[in-house]
């Protein structure tokens, strides 16, 4: 079967790909320029016809070019590799032929039109040997490419010089090169020969053919179904039954063989996707996996050299949180929370993200997280600076000439303000007045709401008293329990046990916020309604959710800032 098709360009080549299980088909693709429209012409033409009927005979779907201008090449190229994805195959074999050249490492087949062609102008009337190798890397293994070149006496434009040069052999793929009449001994005698390994067809190929790149010492192209033909002793090939033939498909061998060769992690996936079951998929499983983590392996190893204590780690774990990744604790213990933070850390600097730590990426850490508590209490400090300036402006304002309707608005916008306490004692001793105007009954109902101090006993209070002497205080001490207690002050207050998990961690807690200027009453290691106070005036300076109770954030920020 023989295909001359002129519609595309080739525009890309696929790489590795492991082949999905259906019936083999071998394809050839052969080349030969033989006749030149401007450059020396070259003894060819007969060739081209031998080549494309050898490898027909031998069952090949043959693409062939003889004579034909870069276009044409690219186009069958194409050709080449859409067969190589709608078709499965297992016998891949190459045939280039003509004038080359060269610019850098890459190499051209120059067309039939080519005219002092130059490295601006090659792409359109040549075609790149490289990419017709990374074509061949799909029947790893299984492959060949012969090339034969011109003796190079011709002349060629800018940054172009006549001649391929060193072509290095792609990977899994077998590169002879020589004169092309050699070569087609080759194909016929050696590479289409049945049962005969690569390594001895080098041993048996032409003086004047050099060999290179894959040399398996399995089978070398096996027929499409990948079953070895018969052998018989003495004609250098492994016989059924001798002890020397491997049980496993020779195709698998000769495939294996390949992957071994190239040892990437895709390679050892491409066997594994073509030989789910195959006699080496534990072993290529392992490898791939040895690749894979040989790099968290390392960075493993170079941080526990750094011999982190418990406290370095939990200081590790703030300086994480500060900077916006969550260890979810800070414990210091490095499970899988912290190491998906330092992963999310490395990607943020551009390191490689292993989830461990190098000392240079600890002392950035550090460095940055310093920042950062720097720049949170600056921003902190202006803005309780702004705060105590509008605070001052609004007692000034409502609460200075000590009204209960003034004192009552100051309490309800700063709770926790420079005047709450004096605005308190003032609405104190309004309500100590009223307790003597009230009647007994209505005295007694609010002094039982006082001492429960609850919000369903004040509202219980002015269900009976809806206008009473102390509806206003009752009202006000409603709201003040409310935000106090925040949406959910049993979750709260869990979070905050979590965190602090002894007295000892509440009594640094208290010292924290008496150095920071928010008193938080006599540190004692009991949070009272005056170290509620504190924390929630330190939340509000942070810009934090204000909720009076302390979680992982708000510790975090409280033993950051001022160290």
Do not use: C
């Not at 034909?68 to 067969?83: E, K, R, Y």
């Not at 608005?409 to 003597?436: F, S, T």
């Not at 002094?447 to 206008?467: K, Q, V």
């Amino acid at each position: 079967m023989r295909h001359n098709l002129f519609a595309a360009v080739l525009v890309g080549l696929p790489g590795l790909a492991a082949p999905v299980a259906a019936p083999a088909a071998d394809l050839a693709l052969v080349l030969v320029n033989g006749e030149y429209d401007t450059l020396p012409d070259l003894r060819y033409r007969s060739l081209a016809e031998a080549y494309s009927q050898t490898l027909e005979e031998a069952g090949f779907r043959v693409f062939l070019g003889q004579d034909v201008p870069g276009g044409q090449m690219q186009t069958l190229s194409s050709d080449l590799a859409s067969a190589l994805e709608e078709e499965p195959q297992n016998r891949l074999v190459i045939v280039l032929a003509g004038h080359m050249a060269r610019a850098g490492d890459q190499a051209w087949l120059l067309g039939r039109e080519a005219q002092r062609a130059s490295n601006l102008t090659v792409g359109a009337q040549g075609l790149p040997v490289g990419a017709l190798g990374d074509l061949a890397m799909q029947a790893q293994g299984q492959a060949v490419m012969l090339l034969a070149e011109g003796n190079g006496n011709f002349e060629t434009g800018s940054g172009l010089i006549p001649g391929a040069g060193e072509i290095p052999a792609p990977q899994g793929v077998t590169l002879a090169r020589g004169d092309l009449d050699d070569l087609l001994d080759l194909l016929r005698d050696e590479v289409l020969s049945p049962g005969l390994s690569y390594a001895a067809m080098a041993e048996r190929a032409p003086r004047r053919v050099d060999m290179s790149g894959f040399l398996s010492p399995v089978f070398g192209l096996i027929p499409g179904d990948g079953t070895p033909p018969p052998a018989t002793p003495g004609s250098g090939a492994p016989v059924i039954g001798d002890d020397r033939l491997p049980e496993t498909d020779m195709g698998e061998l000769a495939y294996w063989a390949a992957v071994e060769d190239i040892g990437t992690i895709d390679a050892y996936e491409a066997y594994i996707a073509r030989y789910p079951r195959g006699k080496f998929e534990a072993e290529a499983r392992a490898r791939a996996s040895d690749i894979r983590d040989a790099p968290v392996r390392r960075a493993e190893a170079v941080e526990a050299a750094l011999n982190l204590s418990r406290d370095d780690r939990r200081q590790i774990q703030r300086d994480l949180a500060l900077l916006g990744h969550d260890p979810r604790g800070i414990d210091g213990l490095f499970g899988p929370a912290t190491r998906s933070a330092i992963i999310s850390r490395q990607k943020q600097t551009g390191d490689e993200p292993t989830g461990f730590l190098t000392g240079p990426q600890l002392d950035r850490l550090a460095a940055d997280a310093q920042e950062e508590a720097a720049r949170l209490e600056a921003e902190a400090a202006r803005r309780r600076a702004e705060q105590e300036v509008e605070d001052r402006a609004y007692w000034d304002d409502v609460g200075r000439g000590g009204e209960e309707s003034g004192l009552r608005a100051y309490l309800e916008r700063y709770p926790d303000g420079l005047y709450a306490d004096v605005a308190q004692e003032r609405l104190d001793r309004i309500e100590e007045d009223r307790r003597g105007q009230a009647q007994e009954i209505e005295r007694q109902a609010w002094d039982f709401a006082r001492n429960e101090d609850t919000a369903e006993a004040y509202r219980n209070y002015l269900r009976f008293y809806p206008r009473g002497l102390f509806a206003d205080a009752a009202e006000t001490r409603i709201t003040q329990l409310e935000r106090e207690a925040g949406p959910d002050p049993e979750a709260l207050l869990a979070e905050e046990n979590s965190v602090m998990p002894n007295d000892i961690a509440r009594l640094l807690v208290e010292r924290r916020l008496q150095q920071l200027g928010h008193y938080p009453g006599l540190p004692d290691g009991e949070f009272d309604p005056e170290t509620r106070r504190a924390i929630r005036r330190f939340q509000g300076d942070q810009n934090l959710e204000v909720t009076g109770y302390l979680n992982q954030e708000t510790v975090v920020r409280l033993l950051a800032v001022g160290r």
